[in-house]
């Protein structure tokens, strides 16, 4: 019986994933804070009066900024606290709903990221808006059997996590979901559209344990199965509880 594993949600764009027992979803939206945030990485352009989808490039991100991987990431929803800890050490605690955290935020980013930087990092929110790498308001879907057919023909564990995917899914063959695009799903009382596949970028090479960039994937995908994609998109469709445990159904 296919279920969900795991659930993830990434308040800051680049920085780690959050792990999630269960979440309200409502029709055309995100998880709530996925990508909420996102560290501008010299001056982009957003408007925060009337914020764009913009390309990823713009932002601190771990396509090209792989030592954010370093940090472990804990966001408090309720104070909107993030707390950033390098080897088991707190480095950071800031609240991103205020003016003195995030200018902590910059500040410690301004140093930790110095190699990186084309500008002054800043703290970019916007009510409403997510800085997902794709403007549509979706879902990220793994499988993880895909994951292990990815492994197998690496020739090596390769993280769950590189994938940065909202929902994990057990008890699928390998690459069925991609038959889900077009279909609608049941997850728990939620319902979603399968909207498309996810092309793979260089952000995938990064160990999230290690921050060492120590795989190509999307080369490995395309030269052992023709394709750079792995994981779909869910635009959710009608509004529901989404659980760690839920059947996922199909038609």
């Avoid at 309200?24 to 998880?31: D, Q, R, V």
């Avoid at 003195?100 to 990186?116: I, K, N, Q, S, V």
């Avoid at 490995?220 to 509004?239: I, N, S, W």
């Amino acid at each position: 019986m296919t279920s969900v594993a795991r659930i993830y949600r990434y308040p800051v764009k680049g920085l780690s994933a959050e792990a999630l027992a269960s979440v309200a979803l409502t029709p055309g939206e995100t998880i709530p804070f996925d990508r909420a945030w996102a560290i501008e990485n010299g001056p982009s352009g957003f408007d925060v009066a009337a914020p764009k989808h913009l390309p990823k490039i713009v932002f601190l991100m771990l396509m090209r900024n792989e030592r954010l991987a370093e940090l472990a990431a804990a966001f408090d929803e309720p104070t909107r606290t993030l707390t950033l800890s390098q080897n088991g050490e707190v480095k950071l605690t800031a609240r991103l709903d205020d003016d003195e955290g995030r200018r902590a935020l910059e500040d410690f980013l301004g140093t930790f990221a110095a190699d990186d930087l084309r500008g002054r990092p800043r703290v970019l929110a916007a009510p409403g808006h997510s800085f997902s790498d794709t403007a549509a308001k979706v879902l990220s879907l793994i499988n993880l059997e895909t994951v292990s057919a990815i492994a197998g023909t690496a020739g090596a564990d390769v993280h769950p996590l590189r994938f940065r995917g909202n929902v994990y899914i057990e008890n699928l063959p390998p690459w069925q979901e991609f038959e889900w695009v077009g279909q609608r799903l049941k997850i728990g009382t939620a319902e979603f559209s399968v909207t498309k596949r996810i092309d793979r970028c260089a952000a995938t090479n990064v160990n999230p344990v290690t921050a060492a960039r120590d795989m190509n994937i999307p080369k490995t995908l395309m030269q052992a199965f023709g394709h750079a994609d792995c994981g779909v998109y869910l635009k959710v469709e009608t509004p529901g509880a989404l659980n760690v445990g839920d059947v996922v159904s199909w038609r």
